[in-house]
């Protein structure tokens, strides 16, 4: 059974994704606490001995360090035999929206809640720019989960995992209260917390949390 060891700090929903990941498989992991916010993953050191792309989460296997979210999902999903594709088309669709998710509903929900949380003086014009976007990517997300149980079908997916993490923190962090503004992604949050084994990001991720500022 390979040896985990996972960098990373609470408020990161990519860290989150794979700890729910390896934990959803039955794996475990040591948890490596990383004082983002203390800029250390912007160091020359840490760049040099952990990860050169200056990124959170690092998932180290056995050894080997790993990088970028994506792609560490879909290998454990094949080492692992779960939350993959069956056929060519769900391997598609899988793509389709882990891309999707990291270029859009990751890449700005992330950015919209670091800066509107964990910043001192947000500027109100940038949180207005993003949360308009944000705003059309969960429309688009909230039509299509009206109309599917989960990203690719009637089965959850890393797609879904993926997609899920940053929506699944506090309302207080995120601004979003979405069993009231879009009950068809609350709805689908909700099937995939019921999976077995389930746990929430600062259960699976302990350690000195960011200073909240929003209101």
């Not at 934990?23 to 606490?33: A, I």
């Not at 060519?88 to 919209?112: P, Q, S, V």
Request: net charge neutral; hydrophobic share 35%; with cysteine.
């Amino acid at each position: 059974m390979p040896a985990y060891r996972l960098h990373y700090f609470p408020e990161s929903g990519n860290s989150y994704k794979l700890a729910l990941m390896l934990t959803l498989c039955g794996q475990t992991f040591e948890p490596v606490w990383t004082d983002f916010g203390g800029g250390v993953t912007r160091t020359a050191e840490w760049r040099r001995t952990v990860n050169e792309m200056g990124e959170i989460p690092v998932l180290e296997e056995d050894g080997e360090r790993l990088t970028q979210t994506a792609p560490i999902l879909l290998k454990l999903a094949e080492q692992y035999g779960r939350f993959g594709g069956e056929n060519a088309a769900e391997k598609f669709e899988i793509l389709r929206w882990l891309f999707w998710d990291n270029h859009k509903l990751t890449g700005y929900m992330a950015t919209y809640r670091y800066y509107r949380t964990f910043t001192p003086s947000p500027d109100p014009h940038v949180l207005a720019h993003f949360r308009k976007r944000l705003d059309d990517f969960l429309r688009i997300l909230e039509q299509h989960l009206q109309r599917s149980a989960f990203a690719i079908g009637d089965r959850p997916t890393v797609a879904d995992l993926s997609m899920t993490a940053y929506l699944s923190y506090p309302s207080d962090e995120t601004g979003y209260d979405l069993a009231a503004s879009h009950p068809a992604v609350s709805a689908w949050l909700g099937r995939v917390a019921s999976l077995p084994g389930w746990r929430s990001a600062y259960d699976l991720l302990p350690g000195k949390r960011l200073t909240h500022y929003a209101r």
